[in-house]
């Protein structure tokens, strides 16, 4: 499965990111999507299926159609996916219950605009933090990410920068 990684649009999807995510099979957005469920509706319109959270800055719109968190098992890789995480030692408290509860493979989370991805020994899963794709925040550079899932291993993972 080729994914796509996306987090904090805030209202914000460009053709570079829709022909960044194009050949991928499923897009996972890490919340604050932005402009609401139109907004939604512009990435769901690339005809990949879509999978989210909600995050801090969305409205009840969004959160009415996306959870805090997702957590799933695709090809063998259990997946736990929140918007306000922290980073590897700093995990925020509600996180920290989230990955004792979930002992997932792979911890997806966003809120920094801070693009990271980093294998966490204690616990023992990879961390990625795909950054911002928008424009909102103080990033100078909007990123995303896309990745291979197969056999219970992430592989092939690619960084998409474009100057803000």
């Known amino acids: ?19 960044f995510l194009s050949p ?16 939604v509706q512009q990435i769901r319109d690339l005809g990949k299926p879509v999978v989210g959270v909600y995050g801090n ?8 159609e996306f959870p ?6 695709e090809e063998g ?16 408290p509600r996180a920290k219950e989230l990955l004792r509860a979930a002992r997932p493979d792979l911890f997806v989370c966003g809120h920094s605009h ?7 020994p204690d616990p023992g899963f990879l961390y990625m933090n795909p950054g911002a794709a928008g424009i909102q925040g103080w990033q100078v550079v909007r990123t995303a990410l896309r990745f291979h899932l197969a056999e219970g291993r992430v592989n092939g993972l690619e960084v998409f920068n474009l100057p803000r």
């Open 77 to 92: 890789v259990r997946v736990l996916i929140t918007h306000i995480g922290g980073s590897p030692g700093h995990y925020y």
């Open 24 to 39: 991928v099979d499923v897009i996972w957005h890490a919340g604050d999507w932005g402009g609401g469920l139109g907004f």
């Open 68 to 73: 805090e968190y997702q957590l799933f098992t």
């Open 114 to 120: 801070i693009l990271k991805v980093q294998w966490d």
């Open 57 to 64: 800055c969305d409205g009840l719109d969004i959160r009415e």
């Open 1 to 19: 499965m080729f994914v796509g990684l996306l987090s904090d649009t805030h209202g914000v999807f460009s053709k570079e990111f829709a022909d």
